[in-house]
């Protein structure tokens, strides 16, 4: 690890880690205000796998920044860097709140995607909620970016992905999204379709997908397929995307519950503003310390070196 630049062998030895869960979408957090860990993609691969390391979606590193209150760095599974993720910001406002590192209700988080503004619900002297103010979603296609017909927004685009055709919505929530409307929802869709559209060419820098039936105007279930971290949970900016574009195709309201898996999220598309904002749970799971395999301690010697 690094210490204000110098680096220290004696804390590579272990990494405290909290793990939490945000309506089943876990992920593991690291202090890093401090001190930060080298090679935090390599380090997100092992420490996110459910035999050899704790067990994640990914991995989230809490930064101090310049801009904002606190920085989020934020790793899938596989190890790629991702903009941002609505469900780990509201555990990251979750964790600096309880753990004492702030007394605000109303914080400030810089992320790949820009600077999100957190709204924190405190009863008894913890946060039981968490709403993120997500911005504004971006449709035009080479801003998300995706190929598209339309230069404007893709809209219930049709293509055809590994044989089978699709009708696309594409949404930027500061991370690619493409919604699919689906009668019905099952693992062959998921698990077997998912990995194929996440690399499909129409996304130049693959895509999360998001499989979607509509109950009613106010509520969906919704599956999805993260980039690089395969089927989760939940997916905060996912839930953001699918009622953004279940607006653009008349079939759902601006406010919407959003059924996952692991959990419901609150998603309201505010028509004034523009802005989606997004409410749901933050949990605690864990506090523990983790140990690096080998690997990590040998590259960090050979940098340190």
Known sequence: MRK????????????PFTKMHGAGNDYVYIDALKEVPDNLPLLSQQISDRHFGVGSDGLVAILPSDKADFRMRMFNADGSEAEMCGNASRCIGKFVYDKHLTDKTDITLETLAGIKHLHLTVKDGTVSEVTVDMGAPELVPERIPVKSASKEAKISEKEVINGIEYKITAVGMGNPHAVVFMPV??????????PKMEVAEIFPNKSNIEFIKVIDRSHIQMRVWERGSGETMACGTGACAAVVAGVLNNLTDREVNVWLPGG??????????????????AEFICDGE??????????AESIAE
């Open 290 to 299: 983790y140990y690096p395999p080998k690997d990590i301690e040998e590259e």
């Open 4 to 15: 204000q630049k110098d680096f220290c062998m004696e804390s590579m030895k272990t990494i």
């Open 264 to 281: 419901t999220l609150k998603i309201r598309w505010d028509e004034a503003t523009n802005h989606v904002f997004l409410t749901g749970p």
């Open 185 to 194: 929802l099952f693992d062959k869709l998921v698990l077997g379709e998912g």
